[in-house]
């Protein structure tokens, strides 16, 4: 990233959120800056993939604001959050192509519904999408005829056919090949770099969130514990972060009482 | 986004001003197939283009074909780095031929 002091497109406040009488998010607070790659890191059930879902408005939060391009999205009707979302591209974990539609009707798809392009310039401009994911030739294919790692590049494809001003990417390396998620690391720098993209990715895995951020942010329990520099995560004290980064399991208090209830008491939890 | 055509030598030059983006495309797009029809030698002039897409691009390739099947002269001037980072995104760069300036073009 070259720019310094960038303006802020993403700006979460205070987030709250429960499912239920559980408590999810609790209090989350993160700005990310124009052109910049953000990873958004921790466990399974952190609320990490739950703070995405809430920033690309498909979740409802108990309280707290999400400010997206300068638009607060937790009260704006789904007029706004429609033109907004022209501006957001998201690449689901599992891929969420549509399975009875061919690859290139799965990545023309945003094209039809929100522009009125010429058929001959959208089919070239899926095509070059498909060129630029390394995916020339499947066009034709059906999303089942693919393998993992093309699934997920042919999601890409389709959340940037729009040009988008974000980007969003859940799980990039899921299921895939240390060699296939290094290829899609290359991919997220390169549109960063090329396209002028502000990327947000959701992962777990360490060596691609150190490869591709500007800044990474770890989510546990539902909290920020720290948002910095690669560098200064790396050398963070934190023991939270160094259980991460040294892969320890966590070692949590046993409240004795607690437990006891919940192995002996009538209620299901 | 605006467009200008003029006459320079044997080429009919259209240049571009401002974002030509999924919006503003077709009318880029029209233009120059219409010329690239008539079997002019196209030169598209980019140099006060602040922003091009994908839909931009494709408009572009659309011209680079028209030309091939029509015989004539096609070619980008001016092209900013920020064109051209998203031409080289999707190997275009290699495809187009790319020119400084219509003076220079001329002149040699």
Request: aromatic letters at 4%; a negative charge; glycine letters at 10%.
């Given at each position: 990233m070259e720019e310094h002091n960038q303006k802020t497109v993403i700006k979460v406040k205070e987030l709250v959120t429960h499912y239920g009488s559980r408590k999810i998010l609790d209090g989350v607070n993160l700005d990310v800056k124009k052109n910049e790659i953000m990873v958004i890191m921790g466990g399974s059930g952190s609320g990490k993939s739950t703070l995405l879902r809430h920033v690309l408005g498909l979740n409802s939060a108990t309280s707290g604001s999400i400010e997206i391009l300068g638009t607060?999205?937790?009260?704006?009707?789904q007029k706004k959050l429609y033109q907004l979302r022209r501006n957001m591209g998201v690449a689901f974990q599992g891929g969420a192509?549509?399975?009875?539609?061919?690859v290139g009707e799965n990545v023309e798809l945003p094209l039809r519904e929100h522009t009125n392009l010429d058929e001959k310039t959208m089919r070239i401009m899926v095509r070059m999408k498909l060129e630029v994911m390394n995916l020339?030739?499947?066009?034709?294919?059906?999303?089942?005829?693919?393998s993992g790692g093309m699934v997920k590049r042919a999601a890409l494809a389709r959340a940037v056919i729009m040009d988008p001003t974000l980007l969003f990417f859940d799980?990039?390396?899921?299921?895939?090949d240390p060699v296939v998620s290094a290829e899609l690391d290359e991919l997220i720098i390169l549109l960063r770099n090329a396209m002028n993209m502000t990327i947000v990715v959701v992962t777990h895995e360490l060596e691609s969130a150190f490869k591709i951020a500007d800044r990474i942010t770890i989510l546990d329990e539902g909290k920020i514990i720290i948002t910095d520099t690669v560098e200064n995560i790396r050398n963070s004290n934190l023991t939270q972060v160094q259980d991460m980064l040294n892969r320890r399991p966590r070692q949590k208090e046993l409240d004795t009482e607690a437990y006891l209830d919940r192995l002996t008491g009538d209620r299901l939890q | 986004m605006k467009c200008e055509i003029s006459t320079r030598g044997i080429y009919t030059v259209i240049a571009l001003q401002g974002e030509v983006d999924l919006h503003y495309s077709p009318q880029a797009r029209e233009p120059i197939l219409t010329c690239l029809k008539k079997k002019q030698n196209v030169l598209v002039d980019l140099?006060?283009?602040t922003y091009i897409d994908s839909s931009g691009v494709a408009s572009l390739v659309e011209g680079y074909q028209e030309a091939k099947s029509s015989g004539v002269k096609f070619g980008l001037v001016g092209v900013s780095k920020a064109a051209l980072q998203v031409l080289q995104l999707a190997r275009l760069d290699k495809v187009f031929s790319i020119y400084d300036s219509v003076e220079n073009l001329l002149a040699n």
């Open positions: 607060e999205i937790t009260t704006a009707n192509l549509f399975g009875s539609m061919t020339a030739g499947v066009e034709a294919l059906m999303p089942s005829e693919l799980e990039p390396s899921a299921g895939l | 140099s006060a283009v």
